[in-house]
């Protein structure tokens, strides 16, 4: 997986999430390692997610890398079919390579798609928070469940981003 794409917006996201994996004995940065990262570190993120949400998603993902959600560790976190992040399971080339789970890389990949429909080189920490959404099966879409966050409704209260389509003048 190419990390290029992910520009410098989001540099310092990746570069959290994988420090937090690396301190929570992990051997893949997760989702929810890039939900915590992005959450800290974009305030469109934190905004998009509610003051109130956030402090509960914030909260549980301090709780999991303390030590409460061990059961994710040694376990392989993959893209769920019809995710949106990617076709299922063990479709992004290179991801297990590359430091980050499946998912994980599924949805860097899922971000910068949308931001390349938007008309831009790269993804923003919506475009990010949008792709972690995506995928029902994610650690992040698992962490904002138990959170009482509705992954699908988060997706759907983000901003599209595109640009404004050109009005029809014609007479």
């Known amino acids: ?17 994988r420090r937090r994996a690396a301190r929570d004995g992990d051997r893949q940065a ?19 997610v509610g003051e109130r949400q956030l402090v509960r998603v914030l909260g549980y993902l301090v709780q ?27 479709t992004v080339p290179g991801a297990a390579r590359s430091g980050w789970s499946p998912s994980a890389a599924a949805a860097i990949s899922g971000a910068a798609a949308r931001a390349r429909d938007r ?5 923003n ?4 928070l949008a792709a ?22 988060l997706l759907a209260g983000l901003p599209d981003q595109r640009p404004p389509r050109p009005r029809d003048v014609s007479c």
């Open 1 to 17: 997986m190419d990390e290029a794409r992910i520009g410098g917006e989001l540099r310092a996201v990746a570069a959290g999430a």
């Open 30 to 48: 997760d989702t929810a390692h890039l939900l915590h990262s992005l959450l800290e570190n974009d305030p469109r993120a934190r905004a998009a």
């Open 64 to 90: 999991r890398s303390i030590g409460y959600g061990m059961r994710w560790h040694g376990a392989v976190e993959e893209p769920g079919p019809g995710s949106g992040t990617g076709p299922g399971p063990g």
């Open 119 to 123: 008309g831009v080189a790269q993804p």
């Open 125 to 128: 920490g919506t475009d990010l």
């Open 132 to 153: 972690l959404a995506s995928d029902p099966q994610s650690r992040a879409a698992e962490v904002l469940r138990r959170t009482g966050t509705d992954p699908r409704r």
